[in-house]
Structures are given as structure tokens and as C-alpha cells.
């Protein structure tokens, strides 16, 4: 049996301000992967890129992207469906990119984490975007307008890989409507892989956590972070969506 691959899928400047969002599409084409049987897809996590007049962008200059375990054969397949769809899906006016990597087949995944990480902090240009893309051996292609968007994809793919960056798309939902959770118990949700101050504690299983907002969670040391806090009672709750906007 051939043995399994590990993709990873991101994309960006897809959408405007009145148009379904990149986190959107980015959800479509990881349920496609699933209902072709193509292969099986993680959560997906949005990595805010910089933020400045002279970088152009659509709606909020973030990049989606997910991880995908595949059939080798399957990659060709998830590439040319991935890029029509975006072709036919981005909203007027926007400039989307596709990026996709065979993480084993990384040449210089450092050279990648930088390049995500300056992307948060500088303007950057499509030539470098696709020398590091010649580099790594990855998929980077342009669908419609300017192709601006190969730029955030590819970020999103080095973010995803640095393992310090990154918000997980949606709200985590659970099966009861109480507001307060064991750590224990918030861990069982397959999103939170733990539960952690910012300063990095980990918190003990059996300590009460309230939610008392939209509970997000966060990318953390390639893990997904439930983040809490003491509030002025002493009682632990999720962090604020205020507070996790920097993440």
C-alpha cells in the first residue's frame, strides 16, 4: 500500500467586503478533499498578513489554510480542482492565489517559516513569493485579477508551518449549553489539543474554565490552544475575542 501524503492546502485574496469570505472557500475545498474521497483535512486556521496602504488586498489580508492527508494519487486531482474553483468562486475585483505543499518533499521549510513571518510584518512581492515556491517544489499558482494573492497563499503555507500563527476558523461548539467546562473536558473537543495561559501554563485538568465568549482557539507550538485567564474573581474563562485578535 502506497503510503499516505501530507499536504498542505492555503489560500488568500479571494473575496471583497460584500463577498463570501476566503475562510469560506477554503472550507469548500476541504469538503470536497473529504466527500471525493481524496483524502482527509484538518481544521483550518487564518493567518492575518500585514495590513498597510501599500499592500493590496480585498477585505482583511488574511490568509486560510489546512492540512490534508492524501493518497498521493489524489494530488493532481485536489490541485486542478482547487484551481478551478477558485477561478470561478473569488469575488470581483479580488486577486487569489493557490499554494500547495507535499510537507516531506520541503526542500528548505525555514526559508518558508521567514518568509511567512515577514509577510505579517513588510510588503512583499509576487517574484519572491515564486522563487521560494521554485525552491520548495511547490504548487504556486494565480486565479484571476492581479494574482497579488500567490503572495498571502504562500505566507499562509509558512505561518501554517512555523506553528506560532494563526486563529482557527469558526467557534468551537459543544454538544451541551452549560458555560462552564472541566479543562479536562474542553480538551475532548477534537479543536483543543490543550488549555493554556499566554504565558504558556498549562492548566490542570480539573480546573473550572467559563466560556463566557465565542470560544476561538489559537495555533500554538503546532498544537490547537484553548487560551484562559483569571478574571478579578479568581475564576479561570476563555480569553475575549478583543484579546486574541493579536493571534
Not at 24 to 46: D, F, K, M, N, V
Not at 129 to 139: I, M, S
Not at 165 to 177: C, H, P, Y
Request: with cysteine.
Amino acid at each position: 500500500m502506497e503510503k499516505m501524503m501530507k499536504i498542505l492546502v492555503s489560500i488568500d485574496d479571494t473575496d471583497n467586503l460584500e463577498s463570501c469570505g476566503t475562510g469560506e472557500l477554503a472550507a469548500q475545498i476541504s469538503q470536497t478533499i473529504e466527500e471525493e474521497g481524496w483524502g482527509h483535512c484538518s481544521y483550518i486556521t487564518r493567518h492575518q498578513l500585514l495590513v498597510h496602504p501599500d499592500v493590496p488586498y480585498t477585505s482583511h489580508n488574511s490568509a486560510m489554510c489546512f492540512e490534508a492527508t492524501i493518497e498521493p494519487e489524489n494530488l493532481g486531482a485536489i490541485i486542478d480542482w482547487s484551481s478551478q474553483f477558485l477561478a470561478n468562486n473569488s469575488a470581483e475585483g479580488s486577486d487569489p492565489g493557490l499554494c500547495v505543499a507535499v510537507v516531506d518533499a520541503l526542500a528548505d521549510i525555514e526559508s518558508l517559516i521567514a518568509y511567512g513571518q515577514s509577510a505579517k510584518l513588510e510588503v512583499l512581492n509576487k517574484a519572491l513569493a515564486y522563487q521560494r515556491a521554485v525552491e520548495n517544489g511547490l504548487h504556486l499558482s494565480e486565479h484571476g485579477g492581479t494574482g497579488q494573492g500567490v503572495i498571502g497563499a504562500l505566507a499562509g503555507i509558512g505561518l501554517r508551518l512555523g506553528g506560532m500563527d494563526g486563529r482557527l476558523k469558526g467557534k468551537v461548539a459543544f454538544s451541551d449549553d452549560r458555560v462552564t467546562f472541566t479543562a479536562e473536558e474542553l480538551k475532548d473537543h477534537p479543536w483543543i489539543d490543550a488549555v493554556e495561559t499566554e504565558e504558556g501554563d498549562v492548566v490542570a485538568d480539573a480546573t473550572e474554565v467559563m466560556l463566557v465568549d465565542k470560544v476561538k482557539v489559537v495555533r500554538l507550538r503546532h498544537h490547537a490552544v484553548l487560551l484562559v485567564e483569571q478574571n478579578e474573581q479568581g475564576q479561570w474563562q476563555v480569553l475575549s475575542r478583543q484579546k486574541l485578535k493579536k493571534y
